[in-house]
């Protein structure tokens, strides 16, 4: 088992421990029992992940001599709303939690944001612990202490900066994630590449295939190498003033093809879209080699992600899209942009039409 520690600025938040390893869950039990002591133990997870977990992880936690309690909340976004919150807190008041209780998320970026953002408020907050299932968990959402649910009127709209006080990946939850939310954690483990890594980008070029097969060795490797990057990055800058936003990468226009898509594109598709959107203008502004963005497309494209837009998507709905959001901030849209594999820079200064003929460029 492998452990990073996460430092963060004592006066805003504790430090904590990040936990990657293969079958380790007898030994986070044990963990939990000896650093994180309270009368009531409260896991969190979907009806997916109990029907698979639920019991096994139930009884290890028990067996290291907690007290558990386990609420189970319908699997997917639509669960990461306000009224799913208020159906958990009535649960832990009616199981008698209090201030000492120890949220535990165990599943995906849907019950550990939504965890978190529970874990941030109730009782005017109570400590939690991430436990993530998915690959976007282990390598993205359960690190870093953004917690939020969504709002009719957007993703993510209500939600704080509040850290867990452990995460632990144990990359065998991944052996039954289906194909498609396992791609959507690749588009991010390219975008780590991309921005902060050409080691870990060459290690993709070299074992992409391997990794998609979930070879443990190489997906230990690589939770770790993710893990590393999120970290430094959020212990630079926890509350995304700056830096942080390097992490943006294929994001900006990624959003916006999900959203105009209506969300029949997944994230990591629309973030691999976004991604070669972004390696194209970086090679149009003259910033990047075509060589350079060529070896992201292609690795999307072995990674079984989108390179091309469908022609019927409409661009133009796209542009509006990303206005809409520039008006909310501050009239600029913040593209992260590549001079080299691993050297991002962040820019307000790309114009509409630019986008348009690269995004036309992407659709056949
Ligand atoms: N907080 C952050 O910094 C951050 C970062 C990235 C994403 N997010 C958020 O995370 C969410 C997406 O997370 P996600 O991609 O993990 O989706 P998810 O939580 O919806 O999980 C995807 C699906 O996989 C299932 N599943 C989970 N673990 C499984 C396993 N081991 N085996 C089989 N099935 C399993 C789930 O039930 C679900 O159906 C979004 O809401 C996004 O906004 C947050
Ligand atoms: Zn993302």
């Known amino acids: 088992m492998k452990t990073l520690k996460v430092s963060l600025d004592k006066k805003n938040s504790a430090s904590y421990e990040i936990r990657i390893?293969?079958?380790?869950?007898?030994?986070?039990?044990?963990?939990?029992?000896?650093?994180?002591?309270?009368?009531?133990?409260?896991?969190?997870?979907?009806?997916?992940?109990?029907?698979?977990?639920?019991?096994?992880?139930?009884?290890a936690l028990t067996q290291a001599g907690l007290n558990i309690k386990l609420i189970e909340i319908p699997a997917g976004e639509s669960s990461k709303n306000i009224a799913t919150v208020m159906e958990v807190v009535g649960k832990l008041l009616a199981a008698g939690a209090d201030r000492e209780t120890v949220l535990v998320a165990l599943g995906g970026g849907v019950v550990g944001d939504l965890t978190?953002?529970?874990?941030?408020?109730?009782?005017?907050?109570?400590?939690?612990?991430?436990?993530?299932?998915?690959?976007?968990?282990?390598?993205d959402s359960a690190i870093g202490g953004k917690t939020a649910v969504d709002l009719p009127q957007g993703k993510n709209l209500l939600g704080s900066f509040y850290q867990p006080?452990?995460?632990?990946?144990?990359?065998?939850?991944l052996d039954t994630l289906p194909e498609k939310e396992f791609n959507n954690g690749l588009a991010e483990?390219?975008?780590?590449?991309?921005?902060?890594?050409?080691?870990?980008?060459?290690?993709?070029?070299?074992?992409?295939?391997?990794?998609?097969?979930?070879?443990?060795?190489?997906?230990?490797?690589?939770?770790?190498?993710?893990?590393?990057?999120?970290?430094n990055i959020v212990e630079m800058d926890e509350h995304e003033q700056g830096l942080r936003r390097i992490l943006n990468f294929g994001h900006t226009i990624g959003h916006a093809l999900e959203a105009v898509s209506g969300y029949?594109?997944?994230h990591g598709e629309g973030v691999a879209l976004g991604m070669v959107a972004a390696g194209r203008i970086s090679v149009r502004m003259r910033y990047l080699?075509?060589?350079?963005?060529?070896r992201i497309e292609q690795l999307a494209e072995r990674a079984c992600l989108p390179t091309r837009l469908d022609p019927a998507v409409d661009l133009t709905a796209v542009i509006d899209r990303l206005k809409m959001d520039k008006k909310k901030k501050d009239a600029v849209v913040r593209f992260v942009l590549l001079k080299k594999i691993g050297m991002p820079f962040v820019t307000g200064s790309v114009g509409d039409k630019m986008i348009l003929e690269v995004l036309e460029g992407m659709s056949q």
């Open 189 to 231: 483990i390219i975008k780590y590449g991309a921005i902060e890594d050409d080691g870990l980008f060459k290690s993709l070029e070299d074992g992409i295939e391997a990794l998609k097969n979930k070879d443990g060795k190489l997906l230990l490797k690589t939770v770790e190498a993710c893990c590393r990057i999120k970290k």
């Open 289 to 294: 080699s075509a060589q350079a963005a060529g």
């Open 165 to 173: 006080k452990a995460v632990f990946a144990d990359v065998r939850f």
């Open 21 to 59: 390893g293969a079958d380790i869950l007898d030994r986070v039990s044990l963990l939990i029992a000896k650093n994180f002591k309270a009368g009531r133990h409260v896991v969190v997870t979907d009806e997916n992940v109990n029907a698979l977990y639920g019991d096994t992880f139930r009884d």
């Open 116 to 139: 978190g953002f529970i874990a941030s408020v109730f009782m005017r907050s109570v400590r939690y612990i991430q436990i993530p299932t998915t690959l976007v968990g282990q390598v």
């Open 264 to 266: 029949s594109l997944s």
